[in-house]
T-cell receptor
Framework: QVLLQESGPGLVKPSQTLSLTCLVS??????????WSWLRQHPGTGLEWIGY???????YYSPSLKSRLLISQDRSSNQFSLRLSSVTAADTAVYYC??????????????WGQGTLITVSS | QSVLTQPPSVSAAPGQKVTISCSGD????????VSWYQHVPGTAPRLLIY???ERASGIPDRFSGSKSGTSATLGITGLQTADEATYYC???????????FGGGTTLTVL
């Protein structure tokens, strides 16, 4: 069974950098063909894809967040991470990590972590 | 503002059938495959349908998906109280080069 677990600080001050980690068990983030995504859900709104990193360690970011975003992986601990700089209240959301399948014209997220709530406030 | 449009809520009685629509355009649903997710608050979202109409592993055949043009539909038959959740459609937007999701539809089983 593949399980993903997000971990993060819970509260981040405006203008600071948000750092999150996703620990993967039951699968290897180096397994060929899979990508590893971050997504978020703002309070009361729909889902938003943030970006992913592939099994080789190459990231791809949502254009709307690209200038503030860094996604990396730690193969030795089977984790991947998100760093979002210069956060504002608009970055308050539940953040999810998910294993991602990507093919031409196809993308799907399965499974997901349970999510971690991040609040940006002074 | 979500890229894909879903009705905010639907409801039906136990045992009945419900459909949830997802509307997009030629840059997303019109040229890419659609997936559907079930989310109960406080739990991990779950993949139900991928590639428009393929059920994910372990998903009962009460759940079905379809796509026509720039719209997709999730169908649920034999409704159970356990089906109460928020349902999201998702795809890729080729013009935006970005993931695209609907705003979610909350299902109430009366």
């Amino acid at each position: 069974q593949v399980l993903l677990q997000e971990s993060g600080p819970g509260l981040v001050k405006p203008s600071q950098t948000l750092s999150l980690t996703c620990l993967v068990s039951g699968d290897s983030i180096r397994r060929r063909g899979y990508y590893w995504s971050w997504l978020r859900q703002h309070p009361g709104t729909g889902l938003e894809w943030i970006g992913y990193i592939d099994y080789r360690g190459s990231p791809y970011y949502s254009p709307s967040l690209k200038s503030r975003l860094l996604i990396s992986q730690d193969r030795s601990s089977n984790q991947f991470s998100l760093r979002l700089s210069s956060v504002t209240a608009a970055d308050t959301a539940v953040y999810y990590c998910a294993r991602t399948s990507v093919e031409v014209a196809k993308i799907r997220f399965d499974p997901w972590g349970q999510g971690t709530l991040i609040t940006v406030s002074s | 503002q979500s890229v894909l449009t879903q009705p905010p809520s639907v409801s039906a009685a136990p045992g009945q059938k419900v459909t949830i629509s997802c509307s997009g355009d030629s840059s997303n649903i019109g040229r890419n495959y659609v997936s559907w997710y079930q989310h109960v608050p406080g739990t991990a979202p779950r993949l139900l349908i991928y590639d428009n109409d393929e059920r994910a592993s372990g998903i009962p055949d009460r759940f079905s998906g379809s796509k026509s043009g720039t719209s997709a539909t999730l169908g649920i038959t034999g409704l159970q109280t356990a089906d109460e959740a928020t349902y999201y459609c998702g795809t890729w937007d080729t013009i935006l080069n970005d993931g695209a999701f609907g705003g979610g539809t909350t299902l109430t089983v009366l």
